[in-house]
């Protein structure tokens, strides 16, 4: 619970100040019972202090253009259509840097490229944030958040040489939920001979939220020669997938709805293993995109891989129905969830048609299903799917698939899309102006 949020919504939905100081005061007893009377309700009378002190306070480092759109309404982190919009804006507010791959071409990690080096060489960077539903189960946050942050490393041609991590944990949450998150973090790491070696421990809003929720990232560093990004796809390649068996999101929804002997499924490091396999070999070389079946499972990935890469993807559902592993396939369709917009985790390899016998040899000995899904075509972006023998549309959804209960009931398409991602776009102009303005002020103090 955010109480700082909790009193600015009560003052202005015209709650008086006694009584918002009562309310309150009731709640923090609910989180914190052992504390009594005296000091909740002094509690609460500072956090309305601090609010009043912190309202109102105008110019540009105080203040922002609210959009009026929220993240839950708009799918931001829902890996979906109003997502994938949403970080183009991130790209634009970015804007364009030296980096040899950047944000936006959103691929699955940052590249740039060290001056000076013989045979050219590449630092890529690479950053993926634990799934929030895993908050009670810090193990598996730090497990998969890490194998996710490698993955990205890997998919863009690169080697991980470090790890680094950041965790967040609330007011009530207890410090061993430190300690079992760096032990799934360590546990991939040691695994890959990839250390974990700095980050970042605070409390998710100091004192102003309480409750045990619990959230972080973890992010690799990794060094490559050859890279591997999804614009390097060309009209001719052919696009090939490996087995998967998900990660937090199909652990998240084995536990959460009522499957939690499938999280055992997705404890491996297959997709680690074939990818450094195929870093080894000389048939790498040949290779023009990789990248790794998780923002909106595969709708997702081939909208953004056609996109980026400004060529039509078609992707054959027959030759995809099985690649997931069988238990995994299992619950998901007893759920009915659709297993074409969930992440999958899988390796999508994109490459000319003549070095699938290699490619599939060196993925098979690291003891992983391959097999030829789709191929990359001339034509206007856009991915298509071949159902029946009939091609269509093979676009993201507003949201990935719904995966738990709960994400099946918000699981709505907002009325007016238009609109908000009109007012999307205004609020990521208007953060573009102040960022020039506030460029401006500290070239002219400099």
Known sequence: MDVEEYVRRGFRQGISEED??????????????????EYTERFAQAVINEVKNSTGIGGDFFSYHHSGVSMGEFGVGSRGSGDFFAHRQIARVI??????????????????????????????????????RLSDFPFL??????????????????RPILLFSDIHVADDGDVAKIFEYTAGITTVGEMMGVPLVSGSTLRIGGDMVL?????????TVGIARHLTPRKSAAPGDVILMTEGAGGG?????????????????????????????????PVIGEVHAMTDVTNGGLRGDAHELAQTAGCRVVIVEDRVRGIADAKVQEMLDALAIDYLGVSLDSLLIVAPGDTVPALREVISDAGVRIEEIGRVEQGSPGAYLVSDGKEQDFSPRFRESAYTPVKKVVDRHPADLAGMKMAVEKAADMAIEKKRRIIRYLSSVS
């Open 249 to 281: 999101t199909i652990a998240t929804a084995a536990i959460y709805s009522g499957f939690p002997e499938v999280v055992e499924r997705t404890i491996n490091l297959q997709f680690l293993k074939a990818v450094e396999a195929l870093l080894g070999s």
């Open 20 to 37: 918002l100081r009562a309310a309150l005061a009731n709640q923090i007893r609910v989180f914190k019972p052992e504390e009594d009377q």
């Open 141 to 158: 946050a730090g497990f998969h958040a890490t194998r996710a942050t490698l993955r990205d490393a890997y998919v863009m041609g690169a």
């Open 95 to 132: 804007g364009r840097t030296r980096a040899a791959v950047g944000v936006d071409e959103m691929d699955d990690g940052g590249v740039v490229e060290v001056a000076g080096t013989a045979g050219g060489r590449y630092i890529v960077c690479a950053v993926d944030g634990m799934h929030s």
């Open 211 to 219: 409750g045990e929720r619990m959230t972080g990232c973890v992010g």
